[in-house]
Every structure is written in C-alpha cells, then in structure tokens.
C-alpha cells in the first residue's frame, strides 16, 4: 500500500490536476518525477503528450501561448483602474482588487512572487505585457484564471523552490533558482522612486530580508544544535553597527553569505581575502566573539563572484 500523501502533497495533485485536466494517478506518477513540483511536472506532462512531429509540436504550442495570452489580455483589463488615459496599467486600486481576488495580503510573500512572475514595474502596479506573458510561461505551463493563478502561487509558496518543509530543516539547504529570481527582484521594487537612486533604506532592507529569509522563505537559522538566529544577529548587527543604507551588492552578497553560513556555520569558507563586502567582514569578527570562537577558519576561502 503506497503511502499516504502529505497535504503538500495532496495540494500539488489538485493543482496538477486543474491544469492538466489528467486524472489523480497520473499526476501522483508524474509529480513523484519531478519532487512535486508542479510548474516543472505540468512541462513535461505537456511536453509527453503533445506527440506528432517537432514542427507540429511546436505549432501546437505557439497556438496555446497565443490563446492563453489573449485569455490573460481579457482578465488584465478587468482590473485597470484608467482603461481610457493607461489601458496597458493596472495601479494600486486594481492591484489590490486582483490581490483580494487571489487571497493574497499585501505583506504576504506571494506579493514578491507574483511580481517576478510579472515583472511588475514597481510594488502595486502590474503591466499588461509581463502580466500576461509572465502567466502564459511559468516554467512552461499556462494559468489563466484567478482560481489557476491563487493555487500555483500557494504552490510556489510552500514548495522547495521558496522554503524547506519542516521534516528538511536540519539538512544543508540552498536557495532555488525561482527563490533566487525573487530575491533580486525584490531589490528592485524595494529601491525609492527617484533617479539615481541606487539603495534601499535599513529599515526597509530588513522588513524584506524578514520576509524573505524568514519561516516563508529561505530560512537563515541554525536549527541544529545550536538553533543560532543568524538573521536577527545580522539585522541587529547592522542596525547597531552600519546604520546606512543597503545598495545591490551588500544585497545580492547577504544571500551568498547566508547560503554559505548554513553550509558551513563555523565559517571556514571566509577569509580576509576573499571579496566580501567590509560590513560583512565585520560581521565575522562580530559572530566568531559572540560565539567564543566557534567559527574557524578551517577550509578553503570563497571567493565571491561580483
């Protein structure tokens, strides 16, 4: 007797199912396939069976992208708040109606979500172009209604590709190419309007770093043995020590860092040499005092791509 199936699990053989119109078994096999991923799985069940020859197969897909897009175009223009003066803009007012719709609040991390997804210009405001060439393709599959987009969000949300199930927490983790793409678009619209301008505010970097690397998302946490809160001693480091604001490297190598922090706690991948930001450097020395030296530098230096 197989057994039974997690409510992640359970969750991910309905949305497979609503977007592939294929029955419960199949979705189980494939699924199983590709770690209950559902964007991925949806690929290649769609890839499997579109048969015939390449240039058929092809067609057919184009002929699907087109139909999805103008479905997409349709559900757009319901939630433009000026169609007259920008009919290719839905502002504030429609962005939170479309939220409503798809049971999403505003400080939920499925924001961040949508907007790579999207490629939204800024937070609260979606285009009609990422809009719907971002839900005709996501990693290959088509979602073209409210009920459709919710659920492959949630989906997103609770897969690996943003967070660790609970059972996983004290195994070695790295961030997933999706969670990645979020990470640096979030950088992106976190930035003040205004030209030149090139850095995001402390305290708004942290309410997004929260966010991000969080119980919702890439957790930066010790979970065994010593349950260290890396985030919060990073946070309270800079917030006591840095106090300026947080420009894109500093941004972009706080991931790396704490990629390579939970890979290796004692933090032999650093060196004096390698070329991480001073703040982070400082960091170290802070963190190897408040742990009485557990911290080392046994193994090799990393060295950071720039």
């Not at 007797?1 to 979705?27: G, L, N, Y």
């Not at 205004?194 to 997004?208: K, M, S």
């Not at 979970?223 to 006591?240: R, V």
């Amino acid at each position: 007797m197989p057994p039974a199936h997690t409510p992640q699990q359970k969750s991910a053989i309905i949305q497979f199912v609503e977007c592939t119109s294929s029955d419960k078994r199949t979705a189980d096999r494939i699924l199983r396939q590709h770690n209950w991923q559902v964007a991925s799985a949806a690929d290649s069940f769609f890839r499997q069976s579109s048969g015939g020859s390449s240039s058929l197969s092809k067609s057919s897909r184009q002929e699907d992208k087109s139909k999805a897009t103008k479905e997409l175009s349709a559900l757009f223009d319901k939630y433009r708040d000026d169609p007259r003066n920008s009919p290719n803009t839905i502002s504030i007012n429609g962005t939170q109606k479309y939220l409503t719709d798809i049971a999403v609040a505003p400080d939920d991390i499925r924001v961040l979500i949508l907007s790579t997804i999207i490629d939204s210009p800024s937070l609260g405001t979606m285009g009609r172009p990422g809009f719907t060439a971002g839900w005709a393709d996501v990693e290959g599959a088509s979602y073209t209604t409210i009920k459709a987009q919710k659920s492959q969000l949630q989906s997103l949300s609770e897969s690996t590709s943003i967070n660790m199930p609970a059972s996983m927490k004290n195994t070695k983790r790295k961030p997933e190419p999706f969670f990645r793409r979020v990470y640096k678009k979030t950088f992106v619209l976190a930035l003040p309007e205004g030209q030149n301008v090139r850095a995001i505010p402390l305290e708004e970097a942290t309410e997004y770093w929260r966010l991000l690397l969080g119980p919702k998302g890439f957790e930066w946490k010790e979970f065994s043995p010593s349950n260290f809160p890396w985030l919060d001693e990073y946070i309270g480091f800079l917030q006591d020590k840095w106090k300026k604001a947080i420009n894109k490297d500093l941004w972009e190598q706080t991931l790396a860092f704490a990629e390579k922090s939970l890979e290796d706690p004692k933090m032999g991948f650093w060196s004096e040499d390698a070329a991480w930001p001073g703040v982070i450097d400082e960091f170290v020395g802070f963190v190897k005092e408040k742990r009485g030296g557990d911290g080392g530098q046994d193994g090799e230096a990393m060295e950071v791509d720039r």
